[in-house]
Nanobody, 117 residues
Framework: QVQFVESGGGLVQPGGSLRLSCTAS????????MGWYRQAPGKQRELVAA???????NYADSVQDRFAISRDNAKNTVYLQMNSLKPEDTAIYYC???????????WGQGTQVTVSS
């Protein structure tokens, strides 16, 4: 079973930036398409960004042009650079293997992102 540890969240003012990291243990990270997901209070978890094994990225419309996903297979780590943050980006952020439009493994603990003045 693959396990994920997310980090890098925090409290940031609107317009600010954060860089999230997620490190995987177990499995063969380089074989997996990866995704960053988020869950806001009272809402369903949603996919915000995905990256293929080859490095191609896709984004939810709500974060397009503000967020950037990347990966370092040597470090078994996927990143999410978040710029121009908005209060509606407030959520717990998780990473997971993105497989057939769904998350594949069990969830990690996530990292809290709060955007507020």
């Amino acid at each position: 079973q693959v396990q994920f540890v997310e980090s890098g969240g925090g409290l940031v003012q609107p317009g600010g930036s954060l860089r999230l990291s997620c490190t995987a243990s177990g499995g063969i990270f380089s074989f997996y398409h990866m995704g960053w997901y988020r869950q806001a209070p009272g809402k369903q978890r949603e996919l915000v960004a995905a990256i293929t094994t080859g490095g191609s990225a896709n984004y939810a419309d709500s974060v397009q042009d503000r967020f950037a996903i990347s990966r370092d297979n040597a470090k078994n780590t996927v990143y999410l650079q978040m710029n121009s943050l908005k209060p509606e980006d407030t959520a717990i952020y998780y990473c997971n293997r993105h497989y057939q439009n769904s998350a594949y493994f069990s969830w990690g603990q996530g990292t809290q992102v709060t955007v507020s003045s």
